[in-house]
């Protein structure tokens, strides 16, 4: 009799009511390691013949029959473990099969609960089906049409691609020609205001020296006035002297004059006298010079500061 289903490791088949659900109690095949036993069993008779033969080898039949003894042994404990794991196991596939008849039976009984709405779930499903596949056709049919219009005008925006990268290639030349320009007027502007500084301090220090030299000339001007009226003073003293003097000439004009005192002393009194007047006439010469300069002063700077308002 062959024995019953094992496998090679006892213990190695723990039962899981989850993964094995349809577990039958049909026999089980035999691994290659419980196959073993069997044909030794059919050994014992072949030392008999060989110690009836050969009657020095008996030691050898004797551990050979001390090995299938203890693997008669093993066999049979093993065959005791798989008949009580295959009790064990049917015990439990009977629970199992138990909850899986009633938990069959109630989704039966809530399945034919929900029947009627499950029916218009699916005919609502199926609709729902129908017109998404409707709609994909409708889609299908509008991408083709624009895949088909799209291969027809692949030359003309191929023509249009090639204009735009051209128009834009003009453009960032034109955007580069447009920075350098941009550029160069900044350098430029830079360049102006620097110069517009320059004029503005310069501008500054001729209105500076504008005034200096107006209250200079302003100055001289009082000056050469008091001189003039000093002048003005002496000549008056001197033009009294000599009327005094043209006096007396007249009085003395039918008289011959010996008195040498008094004509040395008309004389000496016109030498002085012209002399005033040379000296006022150098002082006026030089006033008129000098007002003359003034007023080239003054119209110069006139001139420079108008250039430096206009650039400015």
Do not use: C, Y
Not at 229 to 248: G, I, P
Request: negative net charge; proline residues 5%; charged residues 30%.
């Amino acid at each position: 009799s062959q024995p019953p289903p094992s496998s090679s490791s006892p213990s190695s088949h723990p039962l899981s009511t989850q993964s094995q659900p349809t577990f039958t109690s049909a026999p089980l095949l035999s691994t290659p390691s419980e196959q073993q036993p069997q044909p030794q069993q059919s050994l014992p008779p072949q030392p008999q013949s060989q110690s009836q033969s050969q009657p020095p080898q008996q030691p050898q039949n004797q551990s050979q029959q001390h090995q299938l003894f203890a693997l008669l042994q093993q066999n049979d404990h093993l065959k005791s473990k798989l008949e009580q794991q295959e009790r064990e196991w049917s015990l439990k596939l009977q629970q199992e099969r138990e909850i899986w008849s009633n938990q069959l039976e109630s989704e039966k009984m809530m399945a034919e609960g929900e029947g009627e709405e499950e029916r218009k779930r699916r005919e609502e499903a199926e609709e729902e089906v129908e017109r998404v596949t409707k709609e994909l056709s409708h889609l299908k049919r509008e991408f083709q049409q624009q895949r088909d219009q799209q291969l027809g005008q692949s030359d003309e925006w191929g023509e249009e691609k090639q204009r735009l990268t051209s128009q834009i290639e003009q453009l960032q030349r034109e955007n580069t020609h447009s920075e350098l320009t941009i550029n160069s007027l900044h350098t430029e502007l830079a360049q102006v205001e620097k110069e517009r500084t320059t004029l503005q301090n310069a501008n500054e220090n001729l209105t500076k020296n504008l005034e200096k030299t107006s209250q200079a000339l302003q100055e001289t001007t009082q000056t050469l006035h008091l001189r003039d009226e000093e002048l003005t003073r002496a000549l008056n003293h001197h033009t009294s002297v000599v009327q005094r003097m043209q006096v007396l000439l007249d009085a003395q004009e039918g008289r011959h004059m010996e008195d040498g005192n008094v004509k040395s002393q008309v004389f000496s009194e016109n030498e002085s006298l012209r002399e005033l007047l040379e000296v006022r006439d150098r002082r006026e010469e030089r006033l008129l010079v000098k007002l003359e300069e003034k007023d080239k002063v003054i119209m110069s700077l006139k001139g420079v500061v108008e250039r430096g308002e206009g650039k400015g």
